[in-house]
């Protein structure tokens, strides 16, 4: 054999181990697009019904938002309408009631008196060198 064949040989050689890295190479990217492939479908097939459920449940929230800003509407509407009538009631009766109770306790007072011996002032009592008002005396019983 010359230099020629034998180098004819090696290149032969190199080229065939070279080809077959690449088939392996390429078999095993086969493989993983095929992965890949099943992996999206998948992933499709699950994220439907998921994005589904989503936005029902979005759908649901904004009905009850849309719920809750009514009757928070409602709720302002009476707290107005509350106020209104306790300004127009103040303003009507207030001064009504409040002569009414003061009449009330003058009459109480009057009846009150009228019963009790008609003494002078009350007298005063001295504890401890000080003079304490009849008011303050805590009754003995």
Same mark, same amino acid.
Request: overall charge positive.
């Given at each position: 054999?010359?230099?020629?064949?034998?180098?004819?040989? +090696?290149?032969?050689?190199?080229?065939?181990?070279?080809?077959?890295?690449?088939?392996?190479?390429?078999?095993?990217?086969?493989?993983? +697009?095929?992965?890949?492939?099943? +992996?999206?479908?998948?992933?499709?097939?699950?994220?439907?019904?998921? =994005?589904?459920?989503?936005?029902? &449940?979005? #759908?649901?929230?904004?009905?009850? =938002?849309? #719920?809750?800003?009514?009757?928070?509407?409602?709720?302002?509407?009476?707290?107005?309408?509350?106020?209104? +009538?306790?300004?127009?009631?103040?303003? &009507?009766?207030?001064?009504?009631?409040?002569?009414?109770?003061?009449?009330?306790?003058?009459? @109480?007072?009057?009846?009150?008196?009228?019963?009790?011996?008609?003494?002078?002032?009350?007298?005063? #009592? &001295?504890?401890?060198?000080?003079?304490?008002?009849?008011?303050? @005396?805590?009754?003995?019983?």
């Amino acid at each position: 054999m010359t230099g020629g064949e034998v180098a004819g040989i +090696l290149v032969a050689v190199f080229w065939a181990i070279l080809v077959s890295f690449l088939a392996v190479v390429l078999v095993r990217l086969a493989q993983t +697009l095929k992965a890949a492939t099943r +992996l999206v479908a998948d992933v499709t097939e699950q994220a439907v019904p998921l =994005l589904a459920d989503a936005s029902a &449940t979005v #759908r649901s929230a904004q009905t009850q =938002l849309d #719920r809750v800003d009514a009757i928070a509407t409602d709720v302002q509407e009476v707290t107005s309408n509350a106020s209104a +009538l306790s300004t127009t009631v103040a303003s &009507t009766f207030g001064g009504s009631l409040v002569k009414v109770a003061a009449f009330g306790y003058g009459v @109480r007072q009057a009846l009150g008196r009228r019963g009790a011996p008609a003494a002078g002032p009350a007298p005063r #009592r &001295t504890v401890a060198g000080r003079t304490v008002p009849a008011a303050r @005396r805590r009754k003995k019983g």
